[in-house]
């Protein structure tokens, strides 16, 4: 008990949390019109730059909503550990939001540069 009052009470986890969760909603609700505005019919879901003019692969909406899938569950599993390690070391807490964090930023530019493709 004396862990979690420590762990949510840390001014510097709550912000990188609040940033996490922040981003993944601004995540969600972007793919989410993105998808709602564009053909329902296929979406440029991956790049092979070895395949020369046919590089780029087409695909359903599903796989650009695994995206979405994605970023909610490196919010709840990077919590989960970093409240986990918490009572080991402050320092190694704040550095696993802040690997979620940058992994977050990673999925939303890749989601949005692959759905921003004509």
């Known amino acids: 008990m004396a862990t979690e009052k420590r762990y949510f009470h840390d001014k510097l986890v709550l912000l990188i949390l609040s940033i996490n969760s922040f981003l993944v909603v601004l995540s969600t609700i972007m793919l989410l019109l993105k998808l709602g505005n564009s053909s329902p019919n296929y979406h440029i879901v991956q790049y092979r730059s ?50 979620g964090l940058l992994l977050i930023i990673l999925a ?11």
């Open 50 to 99: 070895d395949l020369g003019l046919s590089a780029f692969k087409n695909g359903t909406s599903t796989s650009l909503v695994a995206f979405i899938v994605f970023v909610w569950l490196v919010l709840i599993i990077n919590t989960i550990l970093s409240y986990r390690t918490y009572p080991v070391k402050r320092d190694y807490s704040v550095i696993v939001l802040a690997m």
């Open 108 to 118: 939303m530019i890749v989601s949005n540069a692959l759905i921003v493709l004509p």
